[in-house]
């Protein structure tokens, strides 16, 4: 019998598990106050569902042995807009729906093959809203869930903005035949890649030039539009970055533009973002998302209804951030309700229920003591409980 976990699953301790719990309301209760309802899609998906049209690469899903294709969720966008398309098309629009669950993905191994790779996730949908409007109201709602886990300082968290418009732009003077190729350098930050493919050598400069053009969101688009000239684009995002600047620089989180930044997934077709936060060893991303206006036209959505975005956050990361910044958490200890010998166990009971009524977490030993030294040292051997200790 094997005692390890799988290979990309963890077993979570009681402390992690609750942390995950609490992140995961106060995450809804900020969903919530925005008029979002709660769904739960299922963890199975059919195949074609869950690659939402070719979007999401057959290899980053696990498969299961079934008698029609069927797989493991990788996020939880593909399966929410299929019932906001479905069995909630009747609902007004805007539909907001926010969700929480497990996602699995299948990723190489250190030692070849594949393993499954298991984390909790907490998110919105925003269905029914044309661009730029719904971006400025879930970039909204993203800051008003950062102010609630409470980043510090240390984390310098920031909000990373693409387009894939921008992309095009960028694309559009490059010949055809050429396009993947330097979309591909782009994205991967290639300059050695770049200077390779046979492009003139104006364009050739300026792509290079391009290549570096990421910072705030206002010299980014000022510099696009040296280039580019006027384009409804940076308009857009203008208005979004102007209203979205307040609320950020509140929480202490820098706003970052990139014409080259694309996800992994091929799922968005508008704007796309990530909240990275630093930590000891490297930066991490605790929050992704965007706009996925193909996704909801796949899934029948009724014209003038055929738009969706939204973002998902990485509980299991943003656990382990708070945790290692919080070197002294203070919590209310545990009870441990323990008896004497000349007490009996239907006291223990009575007190036990009263500590309940009072909101505080006890349990209770079911056999009597001879000592409150034995006692004590039980409650330390349990876990640092805080004994209250029946002795008449």
């Not at 976990?5 to 719990?21: H, K, T, Y």
């Not at 709660?38 to 070719?54: F, H, I, K």
């Not at 191994?109 to 998110?123: R, S």
């Not at 940076?234 to 979004?240: A, C, G, I, K, N």
Request: glycine share 6%; with cysteine.
């Amino acid at each position: 019998m094997a005692l390890q976990p799988a290979a990309g699953a963890r077993d979570l301790n009681p402390r992690q598990v609750e942390s995950n719990r609490a992140l995961s309301e106060r995450l809804a209760s900020v969903f919530r106050l925005w008029g979002y309802d709660e769904v739960s899609p299922p963890r199975v998906e059919r195949l074609d569902t869950l690659m939402a049209g070719g979007a999401i690469a057959s290899e980053d899903v696990v498969r299961l042995v079934a008698d029609e294709p069927l797989g493991l969720r990788p996020e939880m966008t593909a399966s929410i807009a299929r019932a906001a398309c479905t069995r909630l098309a009747s609902r007004p629009r805007p539909l907001r729906l926010w969700a929480s669950g497990t996602v699995f993905q299948s990723r190489a191994a250190d030692e070849g093959g594949h393993c499954i790779e298991e984390n909790l996730q907490c998110g919105v949908e925003l269905f029914g809203v044309a661009p730029i409007e719904a971006e400025m109201e879930l970039l909204s709602l993203l800051m008003a869930a950062v102010e609630r886990l409470n980043f510090h300082a240390q984390h310098q968290p920031r909000l990373l903005m693409g387009h894939t418009g921008l992309m095009d732009l960028l694309l559009s003077p490059v010949p055809p035949v050429l396009r993947d190729a330097v979309r591909a350098a782009l994205i991967q930050y290639d300059r050695l890649g770049l200077e390779t493919i046979d492009l003139e050598e104006e364009l050739r400069a300026t792509l290079l030039s391009l290549l570096d053009c990421r910072g705030t969101p206002n010299e980014v688009l000022e510099r696009l539009s040296s280039c580019f000239g006027a384009h409804s684009l940076f308009d857009d995002l203008h208005r979004l970055c102007r209203q979205l600047q307040g609320p950020a620089e509140a929480q202490g989180v820098r706003l970052q533009l990139d014409p080259t930044f694309q996800p992994r997934f091929e799922l968005y077709t508008g704007l796309v973002f990530q909240l990275v936060c630093d930590t000891h060893s490297a930066p991490i991303v605790v929050a992704r998302g965007g706009r996925y206006d193909d996704l909801v036209r796949r899934c029948g959505a009724k014209p003038g209804q055929d738009f969706g975005a939204g973002f998902s956050l990485a509980i299991d990361p943003i656990r382990e951030l708070l945790s290692d910044a919080s070197s002294n958490p203070s919590f209310a200890p545990q009870l441990m309700v323990a008896f004497s010998e000349r007490s009996t166990l239907e006291a223990a009971l009575e007190r036990q229920r009263w500590w309940h009524q009072q909101g505080r977490s006890a349990v209770i030993e079911l056999h009597p003591f001879s000592a409150r030294s034995l006692a004590e040292q039980q409650a330390t051997d349990q876990g640092g409980f805080q004994l209250d200790w029946i002795d008449p």
